[in-house]
């Protein structure tokens, strides 16, 4: 089992910078990946940013040169760099994680992008 808290969401004006932080507990020796997806009202949950084995990432088309997913496995976190932040960023913001064939969940952070 794994435990996911997110922190660092809120509101920002378009242009501007937030981080997002999660912090994992429990069996975290196993996990393999780790990262964000994003909820907007009425939409699908997408994929953000994705950091597997510590080192590969993946990023969504929309975010690419302007977001950073990073791991500090220290502190078994991993972060959400955002800048040039735009309205259509403005989502419910979900730490995953995967151990094997497992997903888990944080229960997510609000990020609102105001023009």
């Known amino acids: 089992q794994v435990q996911l808290v997110e922190s660092g969401g809120g509101l920002v004006q378009t242009g501007g910078s937030l981080r997002l932080s999660c912090a994992a507990s429990g069996s975290i020796f196993s996990i393999n990946a780790m990262g964000w997806y994003r909820q907007a009202p009425g939409k699908q949950r997408e994929l953000v940013a994705v950091i597997t084995n510590g080192r590969f990432t993946t990023y969504a088309d929309s975010v690419k040169g302007r977001f950073t997913i990073s791991g500090d496995s220290a502190k078994n976190t991993v972060y959400l760099q955002m800048s040039s932040l735009k309205a259509e960023d403005t989502a419910v913001y979900y730490c995953?994680?995967?151990?094997?064939?497992?997903?888990?969940w944080g229960q997510g952070t609000q990020v609102t992008v105001s023009s």
């Open positions: 995953w994680a995967r151990l094997g064939p497992s997903n888990y």
